[in-house]
C-alpha cells in the first residue's frame, strides 16, 4: 500500500502562483509515475501533470509553460509549481503514483486550488 499526503493548495488571485506538494510513504519502491490530476465541479478528473521516475515530465496542453512538475525520488515527493494561475484552473487537485509493479493506482485525498478573477 502507498499513502499520498498533499499540500499547498488555496485560494489565490489570478496571475498569482501556488505550489502543491505529494509526499509518499509505505511500498513506495515499486512507484514509477507520479503527477497531478484536476476535477473541476461537474466535470471528469483529467490528467494536468506527470513525470518518470527518471524525470520526464508530461504537461496537459492547458497548463503548459505555466506549471512545472518536479520529483525528489530520494523524499517520495513530487510537486507542481503553479504560475500564472486562470479562473479556468480552479478545482480539487489529486496526487497520483503508478505501482508499475501491481498495475495499481494510488491517490490523495485531494486539495483545493480556488483562482478568483
Known amino acids: 500500500q502507498v499513502q499520498l499526503v498533499e499540500s499547498g493548495g488555496g485560494l489565490v488571485q489570478a496571475g498569482g502562483s501556488l505550489r502543491l506538494s505529494c509526499a509518499a510513504s509505505g511500498s513506495t519502491g515499486n512507484i514509477n509515475a507520479m503527477g497531478w490530476y484536476r476535477q473541476a465541479p461537474g466535470k471528469q478528473r483529467v490528467r494536468v501533470a506527470t513525470i518518470s521516475t527518471g524525470g520526464r515530465p508530461y504537461y496537459t496542453d492547458s497548463v503548459k509553460g505555466r506549471f512545472t512538475i518536479s520529483r525528489d525520488n530520494a523524499k517520495n515527493t513530487v510537486y507542481l509549481q503553479m504560475n500564472s494561475l486562470k479562473p479556468e484552473d480552479t478545482a480539487d487537485y489529486y496526487c497520483?503514483?503508478?505501482?508499475?509493479?501491481?498495475?495499481?493506482?494510488?491517490w490523495g485525498q485531494g486539495t483545493q486550488v480556488t483562482v478568483a478573477s
Open positions: 497520483n503514483a503508478y505501482d508499475v509493479v501491481h498495475l495499481e493506482d494510488y
